[in-house]
């Protein structure tokens, strides 16, 4: 069984960093493209970044673009999201999702980890 | 990048046939066969439907369908049933390692 677990999120003050992780199992996690997307609760799903199998191309939203990092451990089946500079509408549940199909096909998805960002 | 434009809301009575549209431009829906849907019920994650435009995850009844034509997407769910009711998002490959998600629709079964 496919399973994706996000951790790591938590409230922190604009300016801070978190690092979100998501632990893979059930399926070859260095064969697959991994996603990013954040949802404000109540409101819609927004990508936020994908990389490669082999960690080699990233691609990133315009609105985290400098500020984040995406990365991955294919020895320990674990995707990252470095997020510096954090501001208020960084503020959402944040998913990890391997690909499926296609590029914007995002099959298996985790059940999110919070993060707030507030003073 | 802006989000692929659906609308707000739709709906339609059990057994019906109801139809979401998701439009984009050149450079993303218009650009490549790479179109998703997906479904999320209240408090859950969501769930894929539809890749590549038309193809359906093993699973996911033939009840739904996807097409495209130009800049446009649709996603039909025909035979409306109560568990339909959810909110459906489509994405779309933008090129350059990007994607990007439309706004969300919700569907009410009435």
């Known amino acids: 069984e496919v399973q994706l677990v996000e951790s790591g999120g938590g409230l922190v003050q604009p300016g801070g960093s978190l690092r979100l992780s998501c632990a893979a199992s059930g399926f070859t996690f260095s064969d697959y493209w991994m996603h990013w997307v954040r949802q404000v609760p109540g409101k819609g799903l927004v990508w936020v970044s994908r990389i490669s199998s082999d960690g080699r191309f990233t691609g990133y939203a315009d609105s985290v673009e400098g500020r984040f990092t995406i990365s991955r451990d294919n020895a320990k089946n674990t995707l990252y999201l470095q997020m510096n500079n954090l501001r208020a509408d960084d503020t959402a549940l944040y998913y990890c999702a391997n690909t499926y199909g296609d590029p914007a096909g995002c099959g298996h998805w985790g059940q999110g980890t919070l993060v707030t960002v507030s003073s | 990048q802006s989000a692929l434009t659906q609308p707000p809301s739709a709906s339609g009575s059990p057994g019906q046939s109801v139809t979401i549209s998701c439009t984009g431009s050149g450079s993303d829906v218009g650009a490549y066969n790479y179109v998703s849907w997906f479904q999320q019920h209240p408090g859950k994650a969501p769930n894929l439907l539809i890749y590549?435009?038309?193809q359906r995850p093993s699973g996911v009844p033939d009840r739904f369908s996807g097409s495209k034509s130009g800049n446009t997407a649709s996603l039909t769910v025909s035979g409306l049933r109560a568990e339909d009711e959810a909110d459906y998002y489509c994405?779309?490959?933008?090129?350059?390692?990007?994607?990007?998600f439309g706004g969300g629709t919700t569907l009410t079964v009435l």
């Open positions: 590549e435009v038309s």
């Open positions: 994405s779309a490959y933008a090129g350059s390692n990007r994607v990007i």
